[in-house]
T-cell receptor, first 114, second 114 residues
Framework: KAGVTQTPRYLIKTRGQQVTLSCSPI?????VSWYQQTPGQGLQFLFE???????NKGNFPGRFSGRQFSNSRSEMNVSTLELGDSALYLC?????????????FGSGTQLSVL | QKEVEQDPGPLSVPEGAIVSLNCTYSNSAFQYFMWYRQYSRKGPELLMY????GNKEDGRFTAQVDKSSKYISLFIRDSQPSDSATYLC??????????????FGQGTILTVHP
C-alpha cells in the first residue's frame, strides 16, 4: 500500500509570493491533516479536512488555507509569503480523522522563503 | 507554558544502551499518547500508540503512560545506530473538536554511536 505522498519535495519562493502544496493520502483514508514544522516551534497543527470539509483549524493566520477534493487529495495554499513561513510542511492521513485513529505522515514539502 | 514539554537533548549513547525518553503534559483531556520517530528529511513515523495509563511493549520499545502524573516515557532496549533519529511524543484528546489534531513535544535528538 502506498504511503502519504507530498509534492513537491522542495520549494523556493520569495516574500510576497503564494505557494500551493499537494498531498495524496493513503488509499481509503478520507481525513487529511496539515502540520507546519520549524526548529523553533516544532510541529504545529494547521487544519484537517474530511469529505471536502474543514472540520478543525489551528492558530494560524488566514493566509494559510486548504481544500480537499472528492478523491480525498488535498492542497494547502499560503498567500503573501513571509520569511517566517519557511518550514517543513507535513501532510498526514487517517481513515476518518478521529483522535483514536493512527495518523500517518508524508515526507513533507520543505519550503524556503527568501 | 507549552501543553507538552519534552527535553530536546541531544542525547548520545553507546550501542546496546537502554534509552529513556520522556514527556510531561498539562492538559488533562489528553487520552491518546504516541511516540513518533523522525529521520532527517523524512516525515514522522509512528512507533507506539497507547490509550490511557499503562505499559505497552513492541519488540525493543516500551511505552509507559502515567496519567496521574501527566508523564509518558519511551524506553528503547539494546539501542542500535539505526535508532539515531529525533523522537517526538504526541498526544490527542477525544471528541469532535480534535479531528486530526495531535499536540507534539519539541522532539529529542538521539544519537547511538557504535
Amino acid at each position: 500500500k502506498a504511503g502519504v505522498t507530498q509534492t513537491p519535495r522542495y520549494l523556493i519562493k520569495t516574500r510576497g509570493q503564494q505557494v500551493t502544496l499537494s498531498c495524496s493520502p493513503i488509499s481509503g483514508h478520507r481525513s487529511v491533516s496539515w502540520y507546519q514544522q520549524t526548529p523553533g516551534q516544532g510541529l504545529q497543527f494547521l487544519f484537517e479536512y474530511f469529505s471536502e470539509t474543514q472540520r478543525n483549524k489551528g492558530n494560524f493566520p488566514g493566509r494559510f488555507s486548504g481544500r480537499q477534493f472528492s478523491n480525498s487529495r488535498s492542497e494547502m495554499n499560503v498567500s503573501t509569503l513571509e520569511l517566517g513561513d519557511s518550514a517543513l510542511y507535513l501532510c498526514a492521513s487517517s481513515l476518518r480523522g478521529s483522535t483514536n485513529e493512527k495518523l500517518f505522515f508524508g515526507s513533507g514539502t520543505q519550503l524556503s522563503v527568501l | 507554558q507549552k501543553e507538552v514539554e519534552q527535553d530536546p537533548g541531544p542525547l548520545s549513547v553507546p550501542e546496546g544502551a537502554i534509552v529513556s525518553l520522556n514527556c510531561t503534559y498539562s492538559n488533562s483531556a489528553f487520552q491518546y499518547f504516541m511516540w513518533y520517530r523522525q529521520y532527517s528529511r523524512k516525515g514522522p513515523e509512528l512507533l507506539m500508540y497507547t490509550y490511557s495509563s499503562g505499559n505497552k511493549e513492541d519488540g525493543r520499545f516500551t511505552a509507559q503512560v502515567d496519567k496521574s502524573s501527566k508523564y509518558i516515557s519511551l524506553f528503547i532496549r539494546d539501542s542500535q545506530p539505526s535508532d539515531s533519529a529525533t523522537y517526538l511524543c504526541a498526544m490527542a484528546s477525544g471528541g469532535g473538536t480534535s479531528y486530526g489534531k495531535l499536540t507534539f513535544g519539541q522532539g529529542t535528538i538521539l544519537t547511538v554511536h557504535p
